[in-house]
């Protein structure tokens, strides 16, 4: 079940949308490639993160799984967002450099599928960095945040999905350990909170993970020998015992 454009964009917009965003920002930037980058594309909804990429980036892009709906990004310049089926990307074999999944694979109805097409699309040495809601987190559980939709993941179903899909987990990071409030109140300790809840290791809302796409070495196909046989003499010739012709005359 995709959520809406429309609420993920409000839930962006509201104060524990913008929280959010900026812890999730502080773990992902840990995972993210530092200098000049290469072709960048975010699936799902993931221009609330694009941003940390794209000065960088030799081109952004942001997918949209038609499901869910596309708004403008970015707003100040011409936009950069499409919808697109998330099982068969725009984009020619081995073209992307980096690929941001934000909000899409724990709704998706085929996560395989999915993953299947990244790696089509990723150049060898390419990266793949997915967020999801982790299972044991808070986050999880209400439904007024978008990562409480789908299905979320631990991070052994996580590894197993990526191996499956031909994908080498590198690099692990974890957000968002401050309970989901929406009171004012209680939202001006959420900084706090955070900072209580890693240092304790309570499950987080979030898990972020960086995978390696698997090449494996192309085998040159031998060509077999093929055995001709000839006939061959052995010894010296023998003369025919058959009778001469008129012999029996």
């Not at 044991?136 to 789908?150: I, N, Q, V, Y």
Request: proline content about 8%.
């Amino acid at each position: 079940m995709y959520l809406d454009i429309v609420d993920l964009r409000e839930f962006y917009a509201s104060v524990l949308g913008q929280i959010a965003r900026r812890l999730v920002q502080q773990r992902l930037q840990k995972l993210l490639p530092t200098g000049r980058g290469g072709v960048v594309v975010g699936l799902g909804y993931a221009t609330p993160y694009l941003g940390l990429v794209r000065e960088t980036a030799e081109r952004a892009l942001a997918f949209m799984p038609a499901r869910q709906g596309v708004v403008r990004w970015p707003s100040d310049r011409p936009s950069l967002a499409t919808l697109v089926d998330e099982t068969r990307l725009p984009m020619g074999d081995a073209t992307v450099d980096l690929m941001l999944i934000v909000h899409c694979l724990e709704v998706s109805d085929s996560p395989a599928e999915l993953l299947q097409e990244a790696r089509r699309v990723l150049a060898n040495g390419g990266r793949l960095i997915v967020a999801v809601p982790y299972r044991r987190g808070l986050w999880a559980r209400f439904e007024h945040t978008p990562f409480g939709f789908g299905h979320p993941y631990s991070r052994s179903q996580l590894v197993r999905l990526l191996r499956e899909t031909q994908f080498t987990p590198v690099r692990w990071q974890e957000a968002l350990w401050l309970p989901p409030f929406r009171n004012r109140v209680a939202m001006r300790s959420l900084g706090a909170l955070e900072r209580i809840g890693a240092w304790c290791a309570m499950p987080p809302g979030v898990v972020m993970v960086e995978a390696t796409k698997q090449v494996r070495a192309t085998v040159p196909i031998k060509k077999e020998r093929v055995r001709v046989l000839r006939p061959s003499m052995v010894g010296k010739a023998a003369p025919s015992h058959r009778e001469p012709a008129g012999a029996m005359e």
